[in-house]
């Protein structure tokens, strides 16, 4: 029988050796993985230190106050850096009337004004590059054909014209490519996306051939005037159109009717197509709404936008989809997130008059509004973006801050902050008196609701207060 005081022995013996051998596996972990040089050793002395880090959440206790603190910070400086306005582009001896985008250039856009005079700038260099005198009286509307080789107006003088794009040569003299006269003052137009075919209204709703000096197709539904038609960007043979009856007229250039119609309490004055999304477009209207509707489905508006004080006079969208800008005639531009009710974002200045028409850069990053007193104003669309190249470490902390500016957006302090917009007191004092009468309104249905048989006053939402009846 062994002793206890030797078996005591191995037994230890045998613990030192399997000691050893876990040393030395842990010695030879340490050589193969983590003393590896590339993951400590900076290859030049002008790199940043690097810190090993372990993410394990009992280590750092204190990670969503630090976090909160940062986005805290993050959503204060954004507020501090906030400075949208970047340009005038003044030269217009009158109010501007309507712009174009360039399909192909981002630097260069078109605008028109109420003297029939038209101007093409430059927006790298904020200068005009040429001037033309289109029309006599208003340009009520033009656009840049898809290839971006010539750009057609219409005006109060019952015209349709074309016109290239390059800057007529020394010598040469600045004349149309076409001229169309029509029966009526053509009030908007549009271009299709692929085809050389175009769509004017005014009376009627008239789809041209560029070859042809009649329209090929005219609807009419017992309107007697028409203030805006669009393409649809996606679904090409589409187009859409607001009237003087108050109500938005959907047709297919396949087909020799109009499809359907929604008729509202009030006109609206332009409407523009979601860019991404084939079946929605958005309408401004004189109710100081925006409407966002499914043309499948035009009972009702699937967003009401609200928060102008006044007329809203154009819109447009994003090239993104997801928000659209708008101009009104309470001297104000918003900007809205396509299913939100409330704007993000509302651009102001002293000077700016009622804006007339608005646009979205083909980019995403800027705003061109055109308003009464002459100028053409550049914005930014986010207006505490930094312009220009972005080291990659500035990059890194920009989207760290993005993050956790989503992460806690909902926490009283920085929703506050976030949302706090300097209003002009005119503005401020108007918002609070459409509260009060709205108010007022609810309350009074509220209590003849109360007071009346129950289920004689069914309950209409706000989507629905608004639509009269679709017509198809």
């Known amino acids: 029988m062994v002793s206890p005081k030797i078996f005591g022995n191995v037994l230890s013996g045998r613990c030192k050796r399997n000691q050893q051998t876990h040393f030395r596996q842990i010695r030879a972990d340490i050589a193969l993985n983590i003393r590896n040089p ?20 009992s280590l750092h206790p204190f990670e969503v106050p630090r976090e909160y603190t940062r986005a805290l910070n993050a959503t204060k400086l954004e507020r501090v850096f906030a400075k949208p306005f970047l340009a005038s582009l003044d030269g217009h001896r009158d109010g501007v009337n309507c712009m174009a985008k360039h399909p192909k250039s981002l630097s260069t856009m078109l605008s028109g004004s109420c003297d029939g005079e038209l101007k093409v700038w430059n927006l790298t260099k904020r200068e005009c590059v040429r001037t033309l005198q289109a029309h006599e009286g208003f340009v009520r509307g033009m656009v840049v054909r898809f290839c971006g080789t010539s750009f057609f107006t219409v005006g109060d003088d019952k015209t349709i014209k074309q016109w290239k794009m390059e800057t007529p040569g020394y010598g040469e003299e600045e004349e149309p490519l ?33 070859q042809r000096s009649s329209p090929i ?3 009419s539904w017992g309107v007697d005037s028409f203030s805006c038609v669009r393409f649809n960007p996606v679904e090409t043979e589409l187009l859409a159109s607001c009237a003087s009856d108050r109500s938005i007229v959907l047709y297919d250039m396949r087909e020799a009717t109009p499809l359907k119609k929604v008729i509202m309490n009030m006109r609206s004055n332009t409407l523009c197509w979601n860019p991404m999304e084939a079946y929605n477009f958005t309408c401004s209207n004189e109710d100081y709404n925006l409407y966002t509707y499914d043309m499948r489905y035009l009972d009702k508006p699937f967003t009401v936008h609200m928060d102008h004080v006044s007329a809203v006079l154009d819109v447009d969208y994003s090239p993104t989809g997801k928000e659209f800008v708008s101009a009104s005639f309470d001297k104000t531009i918003r900007i809205f997130p396509k299913d939100s009710g409330h704007s993000r974002e509302v651009y102001h200045t002293k000077r700016m008059q009622h804006v007339i028409s608005i646009k979205w850069s083909s980019d995403n990053k800027y705003i061109l509004s055109a308003s009464d007193e002459m100028n053409i104003r550049l914005w930014k669309a986010n207006a505490a973006e930094k312009l220009g190249l972005l080291a990659p470490r500035e990059k890194a902390a920009v989207n760290y801050s993005q993050k956790l500016k989503e992460k806690f957006q909902h926490h009283p302090q920085i929703r506050r902050i976030s949302h706090h917009r300097h209003l002009p007191k005119s503005i401020y004092s108007q918002t609070k008196e459409l509260r009060v009468m709205k108010e007022a309104r609810r309350r009074k249905e509220r209590n003849v609701r109360k007071h009346s048989k129950p289920g004689s006053m069914p309950v209409v939402t706000e989507k629905e207060k608004h639509v009269v009846t679709v017509v198809k």
């Open 178 to 210: 076409n001229t169309i006269l029509g029966k009526s003052v053509f009030t908007s137009i549009d271009h299709h996306q692929k085809e050389g075919v175009f769509v004017t209204c005014g009376q009627q709703v008239d789809i041209w051939d560029e």
């Open 38 to 57: 590339d993951d400590y050793v900076r290859e030049t002395k002008l790199d940043i230190q690097r810190v090993p880090r372990n993410y394990d959440p």
């Open 217 to 219: 197709r005219s609807f």
